[in-house]
């Protein structure tokens, strides 16, 4: 009887030996089909999978994303207010604001090896019906670091060709050609009391500058590029807030009298002139 007891024994830490044996046996490794490391033929997880870096695909190229800029109408800081007598601008004059409407056009970003990236077209704006229009490119761009964004005022030399765009068009925009063509760039009109008290309507309107030389007629191109060297990195979906400052028009670097500067202002080459010089610091980035 103790011999059979003996031998059950034997048989049993036999067979622990064996699945022990077994077990130790599994081989390691990682088993996320999802990790560049992924062994088939490891039985248990060691924790050590490795993955792709977060901002590439399955495919290895660069996640793509949107990005959209918001403008915001401002004075002196505050948001606009349309046909109130409640301003007053660099050189004193009392003034509303009636209607602020412009066209900014080809955005681009300014990437960290040199190369940039431009969404040709174009966004008209007006303020009184939008206070806070956004523009976002059909155009998605690449993951990554960056060291600006800019935007033309107006439209640059290649796309201001008069009656190209219908929209435009509708919008009574066009420049007149015995002024050089193509279209308004600006147009911020109200109403000012001058000198004497009386309340008189200015109409602050810009595009291409005619020069009148003599016996000839030079047609300068009058837009300008608003670039903001800023660095940041895109990793997700991008918004730009860009603050329109309008008082800027009235006094940087140059002061604006509107008794003296209120009408018949585009066909005046020094006008126009001046207003590229103000337009330059009238945004900024939020």
Not at 59 to 76: A, D, R
Not at 158 to 170: E, G, P, R, V, W
Request: proline share 4%.
């Amino acid at each position: 009887m103790k011999t059979t007891n003996f031998m059950k024994a034997i048989w049993l830490l036999s067979v622990l030996v064996i699945a022990s044996t077994n077990t130790s046996c599994r081989k390691k490794g990682c088993t996320d089909p999802k990790a560049s490391n992924y062994d088939s033929k490891a039985k248990k997880d060691d924790g050590s999978c490795v993955y792709p870096p977060a901002n590439n695909n399955n495919n290895n190229t660069p996640q793509e994303y949107s990005v959209y800029f918001n403008f915001h109408h401002l004075y002196n800081g505050d948001h606009v207010e349309f046909d109130t007598m409640q301003y007053v601008n660099a050189a004193g004059n009392n003034h509303s604001v009636t209607k602020y409407q412009y066209i900014v056009s080809d955005f681009r970003l300014y990437k960290d090896n040199g190369d940039s990236i431009v969404f040709n077209g174009y966004l008209f704006v007006d303020a009184k019906m939008n206070m806070h229009p956004s523009y976002s490119p059909s155009q998605k761009v690449p993951a990554g670091n960056y060291t600006g964004m800019a935007f033309v005022f107006g439209l640059d030399n290649q796309d201001n060709i008069s009656n190209a765009y219908s929209d435009l068009n509708a919008q009574n925009w066009n420049w007149p050609e015995s002024l050089g063509g193509g279209y308004h760039f600006l147009k911020f009109e109200g109403n000012f009391k001058d000198q004497n008290n009386n309340i008189k309507g200015f109409a602050y309107h810009m595009g291409t500058a005619r020069k009148i030389t003599g016996n000839d007629t030079i047609f300068e191109p009058n837009w300008f590029l608003v670039k903001f060297n800023q660095p940041f990195t895109i990793n997700t979906n991008k918004s730009f807030n860009i603050d329109v400052n309008i008082e800027q028009w009235f006094e940087n670097p140059v002061t604006w009298n509107l008794d003296t500067l209120y009408t018949m202002m585009m066909p005046n080459y020094n006008a126009q002139k001046t207003m590229n010089l103000n337009g330059r610091t009238v945004f900024s980035l939020d």
